[in-house]
């Protein structure tokens, strides 16, 4: 039967109307899930196959979306990708990946370019050098754009983000109550409204619990890997921390190293947290205590709601929710 089935075959054989099983392929919201799966079961049993060109001609779409992220090695972003792909492929979209590697010119130059008609949405996570937010707020007049995980504070667009400053703020109190009353912050992502946040949770956690807030604690981020050693190993040096909070992954590993160098105890000389997806985390020695954020299930609500946009589908701005992030614990931080 291969080649011969149609839509006209599907809607005959499950007694329901042309249109009704169209939008259904095309999971409009108009159709309900019990009625989408029943067709979407009889198209695969019959392996029923769509002609994209014709569709994407009347309806004049690309079928395809976006995502821009700073750099696809990193567990996070690969995670959310996955969750991003699962949501379009369910809607026959191409996926088209774009990595700024933390550079807000390459950054423009992609918005740019994909304003020429090539895609029909776009998913970004802002690169952590981007200071200038003009551009953004051009390209969410122009185009449908989700942002996700990184965002920008002051842009009018649907946001998908994880809850930065309760994490960040809790992370801080375990330490504490692990006996910690001289944390170190290890700052990122300072442009953004994610790592402010980040930042803010630490200081509180400290000010409600009395302990001071010395500026010297904190040192921020850098691309080159070994000024973030040697600024992590004057800061231990110079400042003795009995615990430090890492707000990226990428700070996490030189603080082992540097311990070691140093012939510290983790944990018994300093207790580490650290923002990661990492999947080897439980295998360092000591496993790494993390803050883990739900990376799939953002790029599956991100993806959800672009496609919300492109179906027009209206929605209210607190149906978009903040996903929580899991602190897990492990012999970094006991």
């Known amino acids: 039967m291969k080649g011969n089935v149609t839509v006209k075959t599907l809607a005959k054989e499950l007694n329901i109307s042309i249109a009704t099983v169209s939008k259904a392929l095309n999971d409009s919201y108009e159709i309900s899930i019990d009625t989408k799966q029943k067709v979407w079961d009889l198209a695969k049993k019959l392996k029923y196959e769509r002609n ?31 969750g991003i792909e699962e949501i379009a492929r369910k809607r026959d979209y191409h996926v088209l990946i774009y990595q700024t590697h933390e550079n807000s010119e390459t950054e423009i130059a992609f918005t740019d370019s994909l304003l020429s008609g090539r895609v029909d949405g776009i998913l970004i996570s802002v690169s952590s050098s981007t200071e200038n937010y003009e551009h953004f707020k051009e390209l969410v007049k122009k185009i449908p754009v989700v942002f996700f995980d990184r965002t920008i504070e002051d842009i009018d667009a649907v946001k998908i983000t994880t809850d930065d400053y309760e994490s960040s703020y809790n992370a801080a109190c375990h330490l504490i109550e692990n006996g910690c009353k001289n944390i170190a912050y290890l700052y990122a992502l300072n442009n953004l409204s994610t790592g402010q ?86 295998l360092l020695s000591p496993s790494l205590s993390t803050i883990t954020q739900p990376a799939f299930e953002i790029g599956k609500e991100a993806a959800g709601f672009l496609f919300k946009i492109l179906d027009k589908k209206p929605f209210d701005q607190d149906e978009v929710p903040t996903l929580k992030s899991t602190l897990i614990k492990r012999e970094s931080s006991s």
């Open 52 to 82: 994209p060109a014709a569709s994407n001609l009347r309806s004049h779409k690309t079928k395809t979306i976006a995502v821009i992220i700073p750099e696809i090695a990193n567990n996070f972003f690969s995670l959310a990708i996955n």
């Open 197 to 282: 946040k980040r930042l803010s949770g630490y200081q509180d956690a400290l000010r409600d619990h009395n302990l001071p807030a010395n500026p010297d604690l904190i040192i921020s981020y850098d691309k080159d890997a070994e000024k973030n050693y040697d600024n992590i190993k004057q800061l231990i040096v110079s400042q003795k921390p009995d615990g430090i909070i890492s707000s990226i992954e990428e700070f996490a590993l030189p603080c082992y190293y540097v311990c070691r160098d140093l012939g510290l105890n983790i944990p018994d000389d300093l207790k580490i947290i650290s923002f990661s997806n990492l999947s080897t985390a439980p």
